[in-house]
C-alpha cells in the first residue's frame, strides 16, 4: 500500500486539490443562497422597496407625492422587520403575524383610529346583578362554545378609521341576544350609537365604552337595524329612525373573573375590552399574554372559548377590522391568565 501511495503520490495530491476547490465553491455556493435568502425576507433595501411596491398594488395604496410615499415607506419597513423578528423569535409562538392593509401606519396611528374604548371612571355607576352567578356548565359547554355555529353571529363588520369599537362590540351583543331570544339574527346600527349616544363617556368617532351604549339603547326604548341606520363611519346628525330590538338593561361581569366570564359566553356574546397594542398584524393562532398589558384601550365581543390542538385554552373574539385581518376577522387569545385584560370589563345586554 506504502509504494501504490509513493507511485500514485501526483495523481492523489491532485485529487485531494480538486476536492478542496469543490469543498469552497460548495460553501460559497452556501454564503450565496444565505444572502439570497436574507434579502427575500426583506431586510435589503432593494427587496424591501420592491416588498413594498407589492404591498401598494395588493391593497390600491397611492400617496399624494413623494415625501409622503418615501415617509410612509419607512413606516412599512420598519413594521415589515417588527413582522419578520416575531415570526422568527426563538422557540417559536402560539401565535403570527403579518404584513396587512395597516403596515404603512404607526402603532400610534392605527391605535388612533381603530380602536377607541375608554374605560368608565373607577367612581362610575355599576349595574347590580350577574344572573350567570349560580350557572353550571354542562359538560359540553365546559369544553368549548361557538355562536357562530348556533347562529347568533353577523357577518364580521369594519369599523374603518372611526374610534367607535365600543359600538361594534355593544351592538354584537345586543345582536347575538335578540337571535338567542327569538331565533332571528338581524343586523342592527353602530351608526345609530355613534351619531346618538352622546352620553356619558361616548364620543362618536373620538371613543367610548359599552355600558353607555347599552344605557342609550334601553333610554331610546331600542336600535335600529343596520339598513335603516348604515354605518358611515364619522359621527354625524343623531336621525329619528324605528327602534328593531329592545333592550331591558345590562349587567357586568365580575372583575378579573375568567370563570365567570365563560359562564356569561356560554350564555350569549359578551361585549369586553382589551388591550390590543399588539393586534395591529395578528393573522392566526392563539395570542398569548406575554404579547399584551392590560391598559384597555379596544372593545370586541366574545363569541365563544374553546381548546387549541396543542392544548392552549383561548377566548374566541369577534372583532371589527374586516374580514382579511387575523382568524377572517376573528381572534384566538390565550384563556385563564388575564391575558389582555379581557375580563377586567366586560358587559351584556338583557332584554
Known amino acids: 500500500m506504502a509504494s501504490y501511495i509513493a507511485n500514485n503520490k501526483p495523481l492523489i495530491t491532485a485529487a485531494v486539490a480538486l476536492l478542496t476547490v469543490l469543498a469552497i465553491a460548495n460553501c460559497i455556493g452556501c454564503a450565496v443562497a444565505a444572502r439570497d435568502l436574507s434579502s427575500s425576507t426583506g431586510y435589503g433595501e432593494e427587496a424591501m422597496t420592491a416588498r413594498h411596491e407589492k404591498w401598494m398594488v395588493e391593497h390600491g395604496r397611492t400617496y399624494k407625492d413623494e415625501a409622503e410615499k418615501a415617509r410612509r415607506f419607512q413606516v412599512f419597513k420598519a413594521n415589515a422587520a417588527f413582522v419578520d423578528t416575531s415570526n422568527a423569535a426563538a422557540g417559536g409562538k402560539k401565535y403570527h403575524l403579518a404584513i396587512n392593509r395597516f403596515a404603512d401606519m404607526t402603532h400610534d396611528e392605527f391605535m388612533a383610529r381603530y380602536t377607541g374604548f375608554k374605560p368608565l371612571p373607577a367612581t362610575g355607576k355599576k349595574m347590580p346583578g350577574f344572573k350567570y352567578a349560580n350557572v353550571t356548565l354542562s359538560s359540553e359547554d365546559q369544553q368549548a362554545v361557538d355562536w357562530r355555529k348556533k347562529g347568533a353571529v353577523t357577518d364580521v363588520k369594519n369599523q374603518q378609521k372611526c374610534g367607535c369599537c365600543w359600538a361594534f362590540s355593544a351592538v354584537a351583543a345586543i345582536e347575538g341576544m335578540h337571535q338567542i331570544n327569538t331565533g332571528e339574527l338581524v343586523s342592527l346600527s353602530e351608526q345609530q350609537l355613534v351619531d346618538c349616544s352622546t352620553n356619558g363617556n361616548n364620543n362618536g368617532c373620538g371613543?367610548?365604552?359599552?355600558?353607555?351604549?347599552?344605557?342609550?339603547?334601553?333610554?331610546?326604548?331600542?336600535?335600529?337595524?343596520?339598513?335603516?341606520?348604515?354605518?358611515?363611519?364619522?359621527?354625524?346628525?343623531?336621525?329619528?329612525?324605528?327602534?328593531?330590538?329592545?333592550?331591558?338593561?345590562?349587567?357586568?361581569?365580575?372583575?378579573?373573573?375568567?370563570?365567570?366570564?365563560?359562564?356569561?359566553?356560554?350564555?350569549?356574546?359578551?361585549?369586553?375590552?382589551?388591550?390590543?397594542?399588539?393586534?395591529?398584524?395578528?393573522?392566526?393562532?392563539?395570542?398569548?399574554?406575554?404579547?399584551?398589558?392590560?391598559?384597555?384601550?379596544?372593545?370586541?365581543?366574545?363569541?365563544?372559548?374553546?381548546?387549541?390542538?396543542?392544548?392552549?385554552?383561548?377566548?374566541?373574539?369577534?372583532?371589527?377590522?374586516?374580514?382579511?385581518?387575523?382568524?377572517?376577522?376573528?381572534?384566538?387569545?390565550?384563556?385563564?391568565?388575564?391575558?389582555?385584560?379581557?375580563?377586567?370589563?366586560?358587559?351584556?345586554?338583557?332584554?
Open 207 to 351: 371613543g367610548g365604552t359599552m355600558e353607555d351604549a347599552f344605557q342609550y339603547v334601553i333610554g331610546n326604548n331600542g336600535i335600529a337595524t343596520e339598513a335603516a341606520y348604515p354605518y358611515t363611519a364619522m359621527q354625524g346628525m343623531c336621525q329619528n329612525v324605528q327602534p328593531a330590538v329592545a333592550v331591558r338593561s345590562y349587567q357586568q361581569v365580575p372583575r378579573d373573573d375568567e370563570d365567570a366570564l365563560a359562564a356569561a359566553v356560554a350564555g350569549q356574546p359578551v361585549s369586553v375590552a382589551v388591550d390590543a397594542n399588539n393586534f395591529q398584524f395578528y393573522k392566526g393562532g392563539v395570542m398569548t399574554a406575554d404579547s399584551c398589558g392590560t391598559n384597555l384601550n379596544h372593545a370586541v365581543t366574545a363569541v365563544g372559548y374553546g381548546t387549541a390542538e396543542d392544548g392552549t385554552p383561548y377566548w374566541l373574539l369577534k372583532n371589527q377590522w374586516g374580514s382579511t385581518w387575523g382568524e377572517e376577522g376573528y381572534l384566538r387569545l390565550q384563556r385563564g391568565v388575564g391575558a389582555c385584560g379581557v375580563a377586567k370589563d366586560a358587559s351584556y345586554p338583557v332584554a
